[in-house]
């Protein structure tokens, strides 16, 4: 029997080799589409999820707020974790300290500024439990000179050789001892590294027992939930109890909360930490949805196709049960079918994968690959050929088994107009699902467009920032900026402790006529900083070299700034302001500039406190643009002069803010490319459909011809109803569209304008596109010569 139906169902493959090539070629895109999302997916899903005792490690964050607006802080400072350990002991089993750094790191004739040098406490192994290729985790961080290091950087420094024992000299100061490499696979974790050393050897450095000193990342590990919310009711008391003196003179306070490990990767509105990876929660349910969709699409092709040429099997069908097969087997032979062409479409699509993988990684910046010994794939892929397979095949199934015999074989099988409903209703859902998801894609683009088109408030082009990234460069500051500023090219030049987009603290400042302290975002800059950056200041004057005492008292504040503290900008000019932390002096405001876009275009604009201090973190520099590469490398001989050990590095100040919305870039990129699949998808079943009308419409076409009917007749007979299924399907996606990406601009403080115009251009599209791919088979039947069609059949 099974033999029989094998034997049935590649006779009718091979009998109708276009509507087959289509039916497996829709499912195989649809299944290789979601086969690569699931690959996403999973990786996303893995994050931190291999530690021995994940689910007992939680982050230590500080909580605080900026005009009303309540956020998180990743790090905290060194005493934390200790003072943690050792006023709970009863709750807290452990505590770890990692601190993100960078450095020069040299080893032979090999030198190379490394981002992702981590320190850590030696139980760093006993929190995250890597798995260590050479090398013990007990004791790889015990000796205070002690590193591990990625397989990745021992290829780097070592080649072939064993790193083991070995020195890498960081700094020109410090000597670390190779004492472990790690596994080549370690699992995705929100650590981002490539060398743990140990963190010994500082701390007797002052700053590492200053409790305003945030630079850690602090873990504690306690044994479950519930003890965990019992340390949540004591974090206040604990934090008071050191600085409760420092909050009262502040006049605000900042207190703590525990993160479980498992909210850290997707938990990315957290503010000040360095070293962590953060995915898009929201993006992956997108992408799931996506992938589902994108599925049904191709499920639809097969019901739509399948149902649609029931006619021609209709005589097997009444044959097979006139000879005594029963609805169940024909049921069992259907399905059988859909399971063989989805078992097809499931190895073309593994195969597609694979040669396209390495093109989907480096295009959206992922390392996504497909491994046949994983269980959890080998069974999602089972598992998803057999409910496509029964997704796909269940209704046709159904509908073709139910056909009486009597009435097939007697001539007079019609479908009903039930199924004609149901497969018109099933192109309205796939075009509904195109039409929604190029509205998106559309709407993703407008978004990245409006920011980068929108007026920032400061002078982004031309602007190159040049991190200082070293001790020495820092004590020459003042020296370096004096000598670029005589170099042909650059206009301008400025140290400040933040770019925009980059890091802007916030502080508590008491404010002369206030009762109440106003915490505020600073940045430290210099007289250089407004005219650099090309800020307009709206009241009053720019800090200035002219004015001895502005080195020391002077500062600027943003409009936001003004506002919070209830003035009009020329009440603002001479107002006395001091920060209540580590400082005595009392800046007067002497200019407002106008808003600009410090944070990402996500936030609003918090107000701003601008003063001249020696704090810097960064260079920038306004360059000439006929003078860009001479004026660079002048810089670099200027750099070079001055810290010859470090590697000169630049960036652009405009490439570097977009930088802020890189997710969304890749989730631009990615909506298109489904989006195109979905709409290719959707015109191959749509293809096949109106190939199908015309062949069964053929005679009919033939009459009206002779009775003198228009090549333009006949194509508006066979095209108008595919037409009018894709304008209803352009409105059931728009009001689902609009609602699903007015709740995905709710993320952008500042927004593009959700509009009718992008629907109707996405409606449009999709509209031509079904019409060119319904155009090709309607003008065939349109111009075929009447003759020969009333001689068919």
């Known amino acids: 029997?099974?033999?029989?139906?094998?034997?049935?169902?590649?006779?009718?493959?091979?009998?109708?080799?276009?509507?087959?090539?289509?039916?497996?070629?829709?499912?195989?895109?649809?299944?290789?589409?979601?086969?690569?999302?699931?690959?996403?997916?999973?990786?996303?899903?893995?994050?931190?999820?291999?530690?021995?005792?994940?689910?007992?490690?939680?982050?230590?964050?500080?909580?605080?707020?900026?005009?009303?607006?309540?956020?998180?802080?990743?790090?905290?400072?060194?005493?934390?974790?200790?003072?943690?350990?050792?006023?709970l002991p009863e709750s807290i089993r452990d505590a770890l300290r990692v601190l993100p750094s960078d450095g020069l790191v040299k080893y032979a004739n090999h030198s190379f500024m490394e981002k992702k040098f981590f320190l850590a406490d030696e139980n760093f192994f006993k929190f995250f439990s890597f798995p260590l290729a050479q090398g013990d985790p007990a004791s790889a961080l015990a000796n205070p000179n002690g590193v591990v290091l990625t397989a990745a950087m021992a290829r780097k420094y070592f080649g072939g050789s064993d790193p083991m024992g070995k020195t890498l000299r960081v700094d020109d100061r410090y000597d670390f001892i190779v004492t472990?490499?790690?596994?080549?696979?370690?699992?995705?974790?929100?650590?981002?590294?490539?060398?743990?050393?140990?963190?010994?050897?500082?701390?007797?450095?002052d700053w590492f027992t200053d409790w305003w000193n945030n630079n850690f990342l602090t873990y504690v590990l306690i044994d479950n939930p519930q003890e965990a919310q019992r340390v949540e009711t004591r974090l206040p008391a604990f934090i008071d109890k050191y600085l409760g003196e420092d909050f009262k003179r502040n006049g605000r306070r900042i207190d703590l909360t525990l993160q479980p490990l498992a909210d850290v990767y997707f938990q990315k509105d957290i503010r000040y930490e360095t070293g962590v990876r953060h995915g898009d929660e929201q993006a992956v349910y997108i992408f799931g949805a996506l992938a589902l969709f994108i599925l049904m699409v191709a499920c639809i092709n097969y019901m739509n196709l399948t149902t649609a040429r029931a006619g021609r099997r209709a005589r097997e069908i009444g044959v097979r049960k006139v000879l005594g097969a029963h609805r169940g087997r024909l049921v069992l032979q259907f399905l059988g079918e859909s399971f063989l062409m989805t078992s097809l479409a499931v190895i073309i699509a593994i195969a597609a994968d694979e040669l396209l993988l390495p093109w989907f990684n480096a295009a959206f910046g992922l390392d996504l690959a497909i491994h046949f010994t994983d269980p959890l794939l080998i069974g999602a892929l089972c598992g998803l050929l057999l409910v496509v397979a029964l997704l796909a095949g269940s209704y046709p199934a159904f509908l073709l088994s139910g056909f009486l015999p009597v009435r097939v074989l007697k001539g007079r099988f019609s479908q009903q107009a039930a199924d004609v409903f149901i497969r018109k209703g099933l192109v309205v859902f796939q075009f509904s699902l195109s039409a929604a998801l190029i509205s998106a894609t559309l709407l993703v683009g407008k978004q990245l467009d409006f920011m980068r088109q929108k007026d920032l408030g400061f002078h982004a082009e031309q602007v190159v920032l040049v991190p200082i990234n070293n001790s020495e460069m820092r004590r020459q500051q003042e020296t370096f900026l004096a000598r670029v500023r005589q170099e042909a090219g650059v206009m301008k030049a400025s140290a400040m402790s933040g770019h925009p987009g980059g890091f802007h603290d916030a502080m508590s400042f008491t404010i002369a006529g206030k009762d109440e302290n106003f915490r505020l975002r600073t940045v430290y800059t210099d007289f250089d900083y407004v005219e650099t950056l090309g800020l307009e200041i709206v009241a009053g004057r720019n800090c200035s070299r002219d004015f001895a005492t502005d080195k020391a008292q002077a500062a600027l504040l943003n409009e936001a700034a003004v506002k919070m503290l209830g003035w009009t900008n020329a009440e603002a000019l001479g107002k006395e302001m001091r920060r209540t932390m580590f400082d005595t002096t009392?800046?007067?405001?002497?200019?407002?500039?106008?808003?600009f876009h410090f944070s990402s275009l996500k936030e609003t604009i918090d107000p701003l406190f601008i003063s001249m201090r020696t704090f810097a973190n960064v260079f920038a520099l306004k360059v000439a643009p006929a003078?860009?590469?001479?004026?660079?490398?002048?810089?670099?001989?200027?750099?070079?002069?001055?810290?010859?050990?470090?590697?000169?590095?630049?960036?652009?100040?405009?490439?570097?803010?977009?930088?802020?919305?890189?997710?969304?870039?890749?989730?631009?990129?990615?909506?298109?490319?489904?989006?195109?699949?979905?709409?290719?998808?959707?015109?191959?079943?749509?293809?096949?459909?109106?190939?199908?009308?015309?062949?069964?419409?053929?005679?009919?076409?033939?009459?009206?011809?002779?009775?003198?009917?228009?090549?333009?007749?006949?194509?508006?007979?066979?095209?108008?109803?595919?037409?009018?299924?894709?304008?209803?399907?352009?409105?059931?996606?728009?009001?689902?569209?609009?609602?699903?990406?007015?709740?995905?601009?709710?993320?952008?403080?500042?927004?593009?304008t959700l509009d009718w115009q992008l629907f109707a251009r996405a409606g449009g599209l999709v509209l031509v596109i079904a019409l060119l791919t319904v155009s090709a088979q309607a003008l065939k039947a349109a111009l075929a010569n009447p003759v020969e069609a009333l001689r068919y059949e």
């Open 1 to 87: 029997m099974l033999k029989n139906y094998f034997k049935t169902t590649l006779r009718a493959l091979l009998k109708q080799k276009l509507f087959s090539l289509i039916n497996i070629f829709g499912l195989a895109v649809g299944l290789a589409v979601s086969l690569l999302i699931l690959l996403y997916l999973q990786a996303e899903l893995s994050y931190d999820n291999m530690y021995a005792r994940g689910e007992q490690i939680y982050r230590v964050l500080r909580k605080s707020e900026v005009n009303e607006k309540g956020y998180l802080i990743g790090i905290t400072a060194g005493p934390y974790a200790t003072a943690l350990k050792n006023d």
């Open 180 to 205: 472990g490499v790690l596994a080549e696979n370690l699992g995705r974790t929100h650590l981002d590294f490539d060398f743990v050393a140990s963190l010994k050897n500082f701390e007797r450095e």
């Open 627 to 752: 003078h860009l590469p001479t004026a660079l490398a002048a810089v670099q001989k200027q750099w070079e002069a001055i810290s010859p050990a470090y590697p000169f590095e630049f960036t652009f100040l405009d490439a570097t803010f977009f930088q802020l919305y890189q997710q969304e870039q890749r989730e631009a990129k990615l909506f298109a490319v489904f989006a195109v699949i979905a709409i290719i998808i959707a015109c191959l079943g749509i293809f096949a459909l109106a190939s199908y009308a015309a062949e069964e419409r053929t005679k009919e076409i033939g009459i009206r011809k002779v009775l003198g009917a228009s090549v333009g007749n006949v194509f508006n007979l066979l095209s108008k109803e595919f037409v009018r299924l894709v304008v209803i399907a352009n409105l059931v996606a728009w009001p689902f569209a609009w609602l699903a990406m007015n709740q995905w601009l709710q993320d952008f403080a500042y927004r593009t």
């Open 586 to 595: 009392r800046c007067h405001v002497v200019g407002v500039v106008r808003d």
